[in-house]
């Protein structure tokens, strides 16, 4: 369950992003910070699925 824990968190962060990004859609929060949250939460969420499963050496 721990190790789970930051994809959950990740997961989350992506849901709260896209909303709002919808609300930016309808003018209701401002574009200029929804884009960049947006970007960033999948950002971090493909470099952390990415990251974990590199061979790292014998």
Excluded: C, E, Q
């Amino acid at each position: 369950m721990m190790n789970k824990l930051p994809l959950i968190l990740m997961l989350l962060f992506f849901v709260a992003t896209f909303f709002l990004y919808i609300l930016a859609l309808l003018k209701v929060f401002p574009l200029l910070f929804s884009v960049p949250l947006l970007f960033l939460s999948i950002f971090v969420m493909l470099f952390y699925l990415n990251d974990r499963k590199r061979f790292r050496g014998f």
